[in-house]
């Protein structure tokens, strides 16, 4: 061996030589690698957002015909979806008005759960029994949403009808207990690590100044946590507000707005429901074709929004926390 390697003991017992200067070539091989690397990377990023652009850029495309002969503010403006009348009709209220129905009616059942069982896990069981039980709630997220639907046409509907008396078991209620189900894993998780991001030092602070772990979890973790848990929820709000099958299968597909507003046992109809219904028997280039476009860029939008708010308290947290 001479003065230009050093040996490297691993754990197998076996001596491996590596050298300490390089030679031009070996320093020219790694140069290339690293740059051909890094090129790749850029080029697979570049390739995910230059198609998220694309997917944009045909939606809109597609729903032009429809804002050029109704206009923007028309379609917003009635709940009247009447699209194979001798009259058609395309207002996109009602489906706006059942898509925020189902999404917060959702979020009232999901995120006080969410959020407990998100510091049940972080604070008050032994990491064996979060080992167990974390990926199994993990699990109802890899459930098909057609699996979640069936259940709620075949169980809940009838189940309703016949212990709470409504007139029809696929409602807005039906629709919304099911998301709350399905979004439940999203927020736990995020939620979960939020909270168990913080740290021992805060916890042990609060119990020094003889607060109660009732009070530390409530008063000090969960405040100590909100940027986190409320990304938590929106990212719980993207998942309900885009899922297709279970409202499509379970919200009964009324086009209206219940009266009174508070009554969930009526029937509803969501924007991702028409656009899965009504895509496949609709002509090309129609009026109505490019209606259902124009419920996809209103979708868009408003998941596009989320988004952003989502990564803007993700991104405070991280301050918080000294991470970015």
Known sequence: MDNST?????????????????????????????????????????????????????????????????????????NAWYPKSEDPRYGMLALLAGSVYVTLAALAFSVPLGVMAAVFLSDLVSFKVRAVVKPVIEILAAIPSVAYGFFAVMVMAPWMQDHWHFSTGTNALNAAIILSIMA?????????????????????????????????????????????????????????????????MASGNA??????????SQSVRTMTATIAGEMGETEHGSIHYGALFAVGVYLLVITLGLNLISEFFLARAKKALGKA
């Open 6 to 78: 050093v040996n490297l003991r691993v754990k197998s017992g076996a001596v491996q030589y590596r050298p300490l200067a390089l030679t031009p070539g070996q320093d020219l091989t790694g140069y290339v690698l690293s740059k051909l690397g890094k090129a790749i990377l850029f080029l697979m990023t570049c390739s995910s957002v230059f198609a998220v652009l694309l997917i944009f850029f045909f939606v809109i495309r597609e729903s032009l015909i429809f804002f050029r002969d109704q206009g923007l503010w028309a379609s917003v403006s009635t």
């Open 255 to 264: 086009s209206q707005i219940p009266s009174p507003w508070w009554d969930l």
């Open 184 to 248: 439940l894993p999203t927020i736990i998780s995020v939620a979960e690590d939020s909270v168990s991001s913080l740290g021992r030092e805060l916890r042990e602070a609060s119990y020094a100044l003889g607060a109660t772990r009732f009070e530390t979890l409530f008063k000090v973790v969960i405040p100590a946590a909100h940027s986190g848990i409320i990304a938590a929820i929106i990212l719980g709000m993207m998942r309900a507000i885009g899922e297709t099958m279970v409202v499509w």
